[in-house]
């Protein structure tokens, strides 16, 4: 609550999108998305995964409509409330933590959601197959701004080259290899400010990992999208 009395929304989250230093290029020293070094007592620094980490962290959601001028400050109380109910997830199983949820489960899709948009993924696939917008949906409107293949990941064969650094084969779309199936999806944020989810994939042959995670945040009309990759390949693309 702030000092005028305006309450504001919060939510406890691991760590994210909102919170990872590096996700943005050039602020993590070129670090891998999702890692960050720790010192250690005699100085020298290990890598470390973010989601291997315990650390949580409080949202409080402050809307564009209250103003303040610049090179001030306002003050806010926390106040205590009881705990929302803890998020459960299994093989392709999902439970919703509220009624603050900006996640939709059906049986083949699951819908993320907030006053903008409205964006729709196959449980079978990990394919964003729609984005609609909320303000077409209140005129009776169902337009899908995306094609009718979606959003999703896709592996090519890239035989090697004179300059492998940077030549990539010209036919390479020709040369799509077979991408991993679904091996879960996990709602790992989901409350009134921000909403997750994780789609794992089976491994390659090679044994590359992938997970994608896709995100909304409430009132904004963007879809954040992550890919965290143990590469294993040799002569291929995502």
């Known amino acids: 609550i702030s000092s005028d009395g305006q309450e504001y929304p919060t939510q406890i989250v691991r760590s994210n999108i909102l919170t990872v230093q590096n996700r943005n290029t050039g602020l993590g020293m070129g670090l891998p998305t999702g890692f960050h070094y720790l010192k250690k007592i005699d100085g020298m620094g290990e890598m470390n995964a973010y989601e291997n980490e315990d650390n949580r962290f409080l949202l409080i959601y402050i809307p564009k409509s209250q103003k303040m001028k610049p090179l001030s400050f306002t003050s806010i109380t926390l106040m205590h409330s009881p705990s929302s109910p803890v998020l459960s997830s299994g093989q392709m199983g999902l439970t919703t933590s509220s009624s603050n949820s900006m996640v939709e489960l059906k049986e083949t899709e699951i819908i993320l959601k ?48 004179k300059f492998d650094a940077w030549n990539l084969d010209r036919n390479f779309m020709n040369k799509e290899v077979t991408f991993p199936s679904v091996k879960t999806i996990k709602l790992i944020a989901d409350g009134p400010i ?22 909304i945040i409430r009132d904004e009309p963007v879809i954040y999208g992550e890919c965290l990759v143990d590469w294993q390949e040799e002569y291929k693309l995502l």
């Open 114 to 161: 907030n006053k903008l948009i409205q964006v729709i993924i196959d449980r079978g696939t990990g394919v964003i197959s729609e984005i609609i917008s909320r303000k077409d949906q209140q005129q009776n409107v169902n337009f899908n701004y995306l094609s009718e293949s979606g959003i999703d990941l896709r592996l090519y064969s890239d035989p090697r080259s």
């Open 194 to 215: 921000i909403a997750t989810i994780q789609i794992e994939f089976k491994k390659t042959r090679a044994g590359s990992t992938i997970k994608q995670n896709i995100t």
